[in-house]
């Protein structure tokens, strides 16, 4: 079954940063608004970044002037910029169109360590 596919999570320390990717396969094309949402261990998923055809981005308060969502539409690739990390940010890390479009894929984990 078609996924998203993301990638770019790790273990860093708290205050640093990561790159998250989110790539659509083949057969699939990136529509906006798209989101990258996360899943924390005992907690429902959140929607935490979202971008428009426009190119411009909103964010839950919690990441707010720290995380940045871009996009490469040649590349059907939609990114997310992780700076100022904080162990509460630590979750597993999915995309996905706001209203789903798609499955759910694996997501990635992103582990922030005190």
């Known amino acids: 079954q078609v996924q998203l596919v993301e990638s770019g999570g790790g273990l860093v320390q708290a205050g640093g940063s990561l790159r998250l990717s989110c790539a659509a396969p083949?057969?699939?094309?990136?529509?906006?608004?798209m989101g990258w949402y996360r899943q924390a261990p005992g907690q429902e998923r959140e929607l935490v970044a979202r971008?428009?055809?426009?190119?411009?981005?909103n964010y839950a308060d919690s990441v707010k002037g720290r995380f940045t969502i871009s996009r490469d539409n040649a590349k059907k690739t939609v990114y997310l910029q992780m700076n100022s990390l904080k162990p509460e940010d630590t979750a597993v890390y999915f995309c996905?169109?706001?209203?789903?479009?798609?499955?759910w894929g694996q997501g990635t984990q992103v582990t922030v360590s005190s």
């Open positions: 971008i428009y055809d426009t190119g411009d981005g």
């Open positions: 996905n169109h706001l209203l789903q479009l798609w499955p």
């Open positions: 083949g057969t699939i094309f990136i529509v906006h608004p």
